[in-house]
């Protein structure tokens, strides 16, 4: 079983930046591959980052190729969202995930509470 908790979001305006943190209890973090989704108003919840058990791999949305980097320290048991370059359409809920590597919702089975990410144009 691994609980998950986010936390650093908040309000910043385009262009700017901001760190997403997840918490990781439980002794087998290092064997889930973990992620983002994120949810906008009145939008369907969308993947965002990937990263594998060792971080040897990680993948990203085009939406936000280039601007935003994915990493984690199984010493801590965190995972981190780095968010550079942000933009108003990347105002949403952001959740912390981990299960099997990929970008399809299902194959996470385990989910954080999620983290308001406001970008002010």
């Known amino acids: 079983q691994v609980q998950l908790v986010e936390s650093g979001g908040g309000l910043v305006q385009a262009g700017g930046s901001l760190r997403l943190s997840c918490a990781a209890s439980?002794?087998?973090?290092?064997?889930?591959?973990m992620g983002w989704f994120r949810r906008a108003p009145g939008k369907a919840r969308e993947f965002v980052a990937a990263?594998?058990?060792?971080?040897?791999?990680?993948s990203y949305a085009d939406s936000v190729k280039g601007r935003f980097t994915i990493s984690r320290d199984n010493s801590k048991n965190m995972v981190y969202l780095q968010m550079n370059g942000l933009k108003p359409e990347d105002t949403a809920v952001y959740y912390c995930?981990?299960?099997?590597?990929?970008?399809?919702?299902?194959?996470?089975?385990?989910w954080g509470q999620g983290t308001q990410v406001t970008v002010s144009s």
């Open positions: 995930v981990g299960g099997t590597y990929g970008s399809i919702k299902s194959t996470y089975e385990y």
């Open positions: 439980g002794r087998t973090f290092s064997t889930y591959s």
């Open positions: 990263i594998s058990v060792t971080g040897a791999r990680t």
